[in-house]
């Protein structure tokens, strides 16, 4: 059974960074996209990033191209997000999604099978 367990979340002041943590297990990942969504309050989820493990290519949302990185430790079965230059309307609930890349004809909207419970960033101004 696949097992995601994020961390790293907090509160930190607008331009600041925080570097989220998704450690997996139950599964050899080497086919699987690993992915991260957010839920602001109110609003609906919505993709941030994305990466390909076997091969590490990587897609992000429009809003945070250039100040968030996905990446991934192989050794460590653990996928991060560096969030830098942090704005208040970073501000969500951040979860860590997986599934097997043959399940996801759009990584951005299709459905994950595998979430994490999710960690809290909040942004002040």
């Known amino acids: 059974q696949v097992q995601l367990v994020e961390s790293g979340g907090g509160s930190v002041q607008a331009g600041g960074s925080l570097n989220l943590a998704c450690a997996a297990s139950?599964?050899?990942?080497?086919?699987?996209?690993m992915a991260w969504f957010r839920q602001a309050s109110g609003k609906e989820r919505e993709f941030v990033a994305a990466?390909?493990?076997?091969?590490?290519?990587?897609y992000y949302a429009d809003s945070v191209k250039g100040r968030f990185t996905i990446s991934r430790d192989a050794a460590k079965n653990t996928v991060y997000l560096l969030m830098n230059s942090l704005r208040p309307d970073d501000t969500a609930v951040y979860y860590c999604?997986?599934?097997?890349?043959?399940?996801?004809?759009?990584?951005?909207?299709?459905?994950?099978?595998?979430w994490g419970q999710g960690t809290q960033v909040t942004v002040s101004s």
């Open positions: 999604a997986a599934d097997l890349a043959k399940n996801l004809p759009d990584i951005k909207t299709s459905p994950y099978n595998y």
């Open positions: 990466i390909f493990w076997n091969f590490g290519a990587t």
């Open positions: 139950g599964s050899s990942f080497r086919t699987y996209v």
